[in-house]
Structure formats: C-alpha cells, structure tokens
C-alpha cells in the first residue's frame, strides 16, 4: 500500500470528536490569516525557519506537510493559527485539533532531524489586536512518535479501503465506455479537444450549441483522463439547480452503460437547502444533528462511502439514518469522492470549499464548467457587497447594549459620504477610509460581544454584523477592477438614507488564480463569442485553447426572420405594442402550436400581453411573473404539451431564456422583442467607462456583449434536436445591423 495524506487531513480524520459547533468567533479571512502569519514570522529570529515541508511513513501510510515555523535556538515547533476574539470560548475540540497538528508536524520533524525532543507550542494571533497568546509543551520524541502512530492507525483502515477502491475505479475507468454505439460528430470533437486539453495542462474554451450533448461530451473524456493524468478529484460546476440535474443523469448513463461501483460522486447543495432545523443554530445546545456530531461522523462517513453516487436525496438519508447534519456530511465527504457536481460558488468565491480543499490537500484537479456564460455576472457577484443605511436606522432605533455610540459614528460617516452630493447617484474609484474605520469599529464591538454572551446577540445585530464583514472583507480587495458607488434614497418621514455599494466590474484578477490553479479548466456553452470578452473578464491563461464545434443543426431547421420595420427602444415602446401584437397571432394563424414570446421587462411583456388578450381573446396565453417560485415554474413549463397550442410571455434573460429543454413540438418558435441590452442607468454607464478604459470598447463589453448572448441563449430553446423544426422571429431595427449579426450562430439562415 502507497496512499498519501496530508497532515491536517489526517488530523481532521482523527483528532475531531464531540459537537459540531460554529459559535466560536468568525474566523479571519484568508488574507487575514496569511497577512497574520506573515506578521508572526516577522518577529522572530533570524535563524527562523517558516513553512517547513516535512513528511513521514507509516505502514505505507506516507503522511506530508508544512509545520507554520520552527525556532532552532529554541528548539521549538511552532502551529500559527490568527482568531478574533476570546480565547477562552474556543471549543475543546477545536484546541484538541489544532494540538494533533502539531504534535505530528513535531515527530516528523524529531525524525527528519533525529531530535530527542522538542518544544510544541500553539501561537494564537488575534487579528485585531495583534497580541499573541502562546500555549507550550515539552515532548520527547519517543511520546511525539506513538502519538503520531495512533493517528495513523486510526486513519489507516479506511485509507486501505480508499487504496483497494481507487485501485478498482483505476481498472473501472480505464475500462469505461460511452454509453451509446457512437459519439455525435460534434460531440467527439468536443470530447477529443478536452482530452488533449487535460493531457497538455491546458484550459479549454469551447462554444458548442444545444443538441450535441455537451454534457456527456465533456464528463466521459474526463473521466477517461483520471488515470493517464493521475488527477485527484473532478469538479463538474453549474449555474443552476437544472444543470446539477444534467450532469448527475449523465454521470448516471455512464454508470449503467459501465458498472463503476468503485467510482464515487456526491452533489454539493446550499446549506440553506440541505438544512433540517433551519430555526436552529449550528451548535450541540440547539441542533440535535449538530450534537455529537464528530462522534457519530465515522459511521456516517463508513455508509455513505458506500453509495456510488451522493445525490441530494441518498446523502439526506444517509445522514438521517446516523443523525448527523446532511450538510457538513456533504462537506466531510467531499474529501473522499472523487467527482463533485455543485454550484459555481464552491471553487470559485472567496471562501470555496472545493478550492480551499484542492490547495489544501495539493490535489490535481480538473473542472468543468457548465453554461460558462453565466461565470462573468456571477463572478461579479461573488466579489461584491452592498450595505443599506435603513437596516443600520432600524438597527439604531432598537439601542442595542454596548454599541450606541458606535453606530451612530458609522451612521455620521454614512451622512457625509453623500452630504455634499448633487447627483442622485454618485460613483468613485477611492474607498471612504473613515467610513471604513467606523465600520470596522462596529465590527470589532459586536464580536466581542458575541464572544462574550453569543446567545444574547439579538438576529438583528447579527445579521448587519455578516453584512459589515462581507462589506469589509470585499474593501480589501478592493482595486482598479472594482467600484464603489452611493445611491440615496428617501426613508421614513422624508430622511435621506444611502445604500452603499462594492461592485466587482472585472472578476478576472480574483477567478484567474483558480483558472491556473487545476491542471485543466474546461469552460463550455453555447454562447462563448465574442472569444476575447470571456478571456479578458474570467482571467483565461494566455495557452487557453479554443474550440468551435459546428452545430448539429442544418439552417432549413430553423427559419430566422428579423422584423426591423419595428423599435423596441423606451421611446418607441408604446408605439411597438399594436405592430407585436399582429405579428405575434398572424404566425400563431398560419402555423399554429406552442411559442415563448420574449421581452426586455415584466411591465413591456404585460402590455403586449393584455392588447393581445382583448385583440385574440381565442388565442391561449400564460405569463411569467415577477418572484415565481420553483413550483410556478414547473407549471409554466408544464404548458408546454407535445402538439400544444398557445404563447408563453417570458422576460429575456429570466427563468426561461436558457437552461429549458422543450424539444419536439413543444416548443415550435420564439419572438424576441428585445435587443436584450442591460438597462441604461448610471451603474451600467460606469461599467462601460470602466470597462472601455480597460479593453477599449466600452458598450460592447457593457451592453452589446452581454445583450445579443441572452438573445441566443433564448433562440436557443426551439431548436432541441435533429427533427425539430421551428420559427425564430427577431423583431427589433438594430437585429439588422451588420455587428450584430455577426454574432449570430454560423448555421442560421436569415430569411
């Protein structure tokens, strides 16, 4: 046996024991942690040793890592940890954990140096502070030594069975076969370029539409590239819950076309979904999922090993049957599966999981990610924050103990970072550092009195503390890539009240870093162009390969009309109503069956709709509304019956613009009345300034890109297959403009 662990891996496998309990004070941010390090380092000797690789053996048990620091004139091994707060109110468990580190960094480093003995020593930095609290012991090495092999016995009969399973997935993938007689033309194209792409540690772009089945096309290549490239984990990435759906039943087909029992897969959900007391907080006093957890962890984690793949549904009753929280099951697992499916946020935010684990653990890993489009606005997303001063009024008036005076300093700053505005929106490239500080004041108060009396901090307090955190840790990032904006408004009785914003404009500084960090990223989509807009925005490597694969479909599938003698431009809106109307019932006349009808807001689809009530009273409608749920969306789409008749009214770049599959005669035409271009406002005009200082074509990047792609995606709903046949009626004077239409897909054919 040859299996190999990381030292913190290791600990976290053996030394956990007792509640799950998260009401400790929050931990530093990543920067916070590194920056704390640093200032540790700093203060020491010359002759200090920081980050110091070390590793061991143990019965084929190769265990590796960095001790934070050795101090030879002290002989002392040092275990940094940066926290916030009180000490005293760290859980047992948490103290147990951080002492089984260290206590196997000292053994290995006794060996590696043929020490007798050593001094162990926990150095706590507090972050706001700066004051450190140091917690020595005086081992011999034989102690250091047993201590040690107790860690690895503990570990060791599951790390055997990980060994056998992953030497029978090996066989499994190297045996594996796609799951139909042959690959679609398009699809093997697709398949073959990513492989090369793995194999060469490269990223791929590939811009492949519906119907070639992308899905299939980019997990059986790289599953079939785990053993020649000896990759650790797979991480396939969504935007959407129905995209977690796609990969999982594709991952199922592969299964089936090829027993892979040893091959193991888990799905990766919100906490917020995954939670079975959501009144409850996340501690032993108050979940009873949370108490004991550690302790009844091992069984858990012995059955859901077991179960091939970890869907929603077999992860919630697996962890059920063991009473044990199914979402931190999920984050347990997540270390011993070897592909995960989950949203965007768990590899690319700054706090991800999936990330956090491959760097901790030094993983080669490769990604997918799907619908890759989406990645721009929710990599802004991720890296942005707003606070509202309303919440801070509200928060005022109810005089929370100890933090008075506090909040209204924060409040004053608030006042004057709009006292001398005159527009009604104001925009800047500097942060206001006084706000900041009095930000970080109230930061600072409300964590101590969370460590003091964490039960007595009432919801409100808490919940503008997470905001404040989330605003603060964002201004650290804060660059040329980012905005920071003032947008005031009228409050109760006539006050002026302000909400402040962050906003992320180019995301490739903070997700590029995670592009470089796996040995292959595969973006794919049917909308990648303009090629060097995904490139610039999502920090692409400058090797990143490119791929087009030819559509599937041929142009007599698809007839593509642009009505161009009609504006939908604000100004002519009303004047587009009457003309939409007549378009919309002559096609439903001469070609009867089911049609999405597409618009830029719920206000515009609303007045097309009702005059096309009173006009075609006959004619079956139904509308998308603001908010709907996921049931109101299922019933939407359940309209949409084979050899049905009617139009659905849907908002461009909503629920229905992409992601829904209606093949066949479900779905027989679309109308896009929209060029689909982000609303003109003062936060859209500043990314365009923004953007066009940056890459030189601002409305391109700001609202041509990003509008024509909705545009797409949407047309992209009524051709599903080889035999659809379908209408596309694009009604707007600029769909005619030769810039335009050339970023529609090659096969279409304009009438």
């Known amino acids: 046996m040859s299996y190999t662990v990381a030292v913190r891996a290791l600990c976290e496998f053996s030394a956990k024991v007792g509640d799950l309990d998260l009401r400790f004070t929050p931990s530093p941010s990543a920067q916070e942690g590194i920056a704390g390090h640093r200032r540790v380092v700093a203060k020491r000797g010359a002759d200090y040793e920081p980050e110091v690789a070390l590793e061991g053996q143990y019965q084929g048990l190769r265990v590796r890592g960095r001790a934070d620091g050795y101090d030879p004139a002290r002989n002392r091994l040092e275990e940094i940890k940066t926290h916030r707060g009180d000490l005293a109110r760290q859980p047992d468990n948490h103290r147990q954990l951080h002492w089984a580190q260290a206590k196997v960094y000292a053994w290995l480093l006794c060996q590696a140096r043929q020490l007798p003995a050593i001094d162990v020593a926990l150095v706590y930095l507090d972050v706001d502070s700066d004051g450190q609290t140091v917690i020595n012991e005086h081992y011999g090495a ?34 594996l076969s796609f799951p139909y007689p042959a690959l679609r033309q398009g699809q093997r194209q697709l398949a073959e370029t990513l492989y090369k792409a793995v194999s060469t540690g490269r990223c791929l772009m590939a811009q492949a539409s519906t119907g070639i089945g992308k899905t299939l096309g980019t997990l059986f290549p790289l599953l079939k590239a785990v053993v020649p490239q000896q990759l650790d984990k797979l991480y396939f990435l969504t935007a959407k819950t129905p995209g977690r759906a796609l990969a999982l039943d594709a991952l199922r087909q592969i299964i089936q076309a090829s027993p892979q029992p040893a091959l193991r897969s888990l799905e990766l959900i919100a906490r917020d979904k995954a939670c079975e007391y959501p009144q409850n907080a996340c501690h032993g006093e108050s979940c009873p999922l949370a108490r004991g957890f550690y302790d009844r962890l091992p069984g858990a984690r012995e059955a859901a090993a077991q179960v091939p793949l970890l869907d929603r549904a077999s992860l919630r ?264 109307v007549e378009l919309i019932a002559a096609q439903f006349a001469g070609q009867p069956g089911n049609y999405l009808a597409f618009f ?51 908002v461009l770049g909503g629920a229905f613009g992409e992601g829904v599959d209606l093949p066949g005669t479900r779905l027989i035409g679309a109308f896009v009345a929209t060029l689909g271009l982000p609303q003109v406002n003062p936060v859209n005009e500043q990314f365009k300034q923004r953007l066009g200082r940056q890459f030189g074509a601002g409305f391109d990047y700001a609202y041509l890109y990003p509008g024509v792609r909705k545009v797409i995606q949407a047309a992209g709903r009524v051709i599903r297959g080889d035999q659809d046949r379908g209408v596309l009626v694009l009604i707007d004077e600029r769909f005619a403009e030769p810039r335009v239409r050339q970023m529609f897909p090659g096969w279409w054919q304009l009438a």
Not at 601 to 626: D, G, H, N, T
Request: proline fraction near 5%; include cysteine.
């Open 142 to 175: 034989d102690d250091l030594r047993r201590f040690f092999e107790n860690q690895c016995q503990c570990f060791l009969a599951w790390a055997q069975a990980q060994e056998l399973r992953l030497a029978e997935r090996d066989r499994g993938l190297q045996a």
């Open 317 to 580: 009753e697996v962890a059920l049957a063991h009473q044990v929280c199914p979402y931190y099951l999920g984050q347990e697992m997540a270390r011993w599966v070897d592909l995960l499916v989950a949203d965007y946020n768990y590899y690319f935010d700054a706090h991800a999981l999936l990330f956090g684990l491959a760097q901790a653990n030094q993983w080669r890993t490769a990604v997918l990610v799907d619908e890759a489009h989406n990645l721009v606005e929710r990599g802004r997303q991720m890296y942005s924050a707003s606070l509202d001063q309303g919440q801070l009024l509200a928060l005022r008036q109810g005089k929370p103990a100890g933090l008075g005076s506090a909040l209204d300093r924060l409040n004053r700053q608030w006042n004057a970072l709009y006292k001398a505005q005159v527009a009604p929106y104001q925009a800047s490239e500097e942060l206001p550092d006084a706000f900041l500080r009095a930000l970080q004041q109230c930061i600072g108060l409300i964590q101590e009195r969370m460590n003091q009396a964490p039960a007595e901090v009432e919801p409100k307090v808490l919940e503008f503390y997470f905001q404040a955190l989330q605003f603060s840790r964002i201004a650290e990032l804060f660059d040329e890539h980012f905005l920071f904006d003032i947008s005031p408004r009228n409050g109760p009785r006539g006050r002026r009240l302000a909400t402040l914003c962050l906003r992320n404009v180019v995301p490739a500084r903070l997700l590029g870093p995670r592009m470089s960090a796996a040995r292959s990223v595969t973006l794919f989509s049917a909308t990648l162009n303009p090629r060097h807009f995904y490139t610039d925005l999502l920090g692409m490597p400058s090797d990143t390969a490119w791929l087009e694969v030819a559509a599937p479909f041929r142009a007599e599938q698809l007839q593509v009309r642009i009505v161009s003698e009609v504006s939908t431009r604000y100004q002519q809106r009303q004047a587009s109503l009457a003309p939409i």
């Open 600 to 650: 830029s807001s719920f206000e515009y689809l609303e007045q097309v709709a009702r005059l096309l009530a009173e006009r075609y009273p006959a004619l079956p409608i139904w509308r998308q509304s603001p908010g709907m749920d996921e049931a109101s969306r299922e019933a939407f789409l359940a309209r949409f019956v084979e050899h049905g008749q009617g139009v659905g009214f849907a």
